[in-house]
C-alpha cells in the first residue's frame, strides 16, 4: 500500500512517515518518534501499548505447559511407533532388528 500524499493534520504539507496504530500519513511536523514506532498523538501511542500488551498477555497463556498436551502427544508417538512395528512385523514376519536389517536389505537388492 502506497503511503498518501498528505499529512492528516496539514493538508499542504507531504506526508513523510505514517502513524503505527491508526496508519494516517504525518508530516515531520505531526509525527512523534518513539520507542515502538512513529505516532500521531499520545492517544494512538497508548493505544497501541494497551493492544501490545493484550497480545503479550495472550501469548504467554498459550504457552503454558500443558500436562494433557504431552499425554496426547506421548500416546500419538506410541502408537505410531505401534503401528509402525505392526507394519514391519507384518511385511518382514519379525520383530528381531538385525534380522528386519537383513531381509530389509535382501528385499531392496531384490528390487534392482
Excluded at 496539514?10 to 502513524?19: F, N
Excluded at 505531526?30 to 501511542?45: P, T
Excluded at 498459550?62 to 502427544?73: M, P
Excluded at 532388528?97 to 531381509?103: F, L
Amino acid at each position: 500500500m502506497e503511503l498518501q500524499q498528505f499529512c492528516k493534520n496539514h493538508p499542504t504539507k507531504k506526508a513523510v512517515d505514517k502513524c503505527t496504530q491508526c496508519l494516517e500519513p504525518l508530516c515531520p511536523e505531526c509525527r512523534i518518534l518513539l520507542k515502538h514506532g512513529v505516532f500521531c498523538s499520545d492517544a494512538c501511542y497508548k493505544e497501541f501499548l494497551e493492544v501490545r500488551e493484550r497480545i503479550i498477555d495472550e501469548r504467554g497463556r498459550r504457552t503454558h505447559f500443558s500436562f494433557v498436551a504431552l499425554v496426547k502427544h506421548l500416546l500419538i508417538a506410541a502408537l505410531l511407533i505401534a503401528f509402525i512395528g505392526g507394519v514391519l512385523y507384518w511385511w518382514l514376519g519379525t520383530l528381531n532388528p538385525a534380522e528386519m536389517w537383513e531381509k530389509l536389505t535382501r528385499d531392496i537388492r531384490l528390487m534392482f
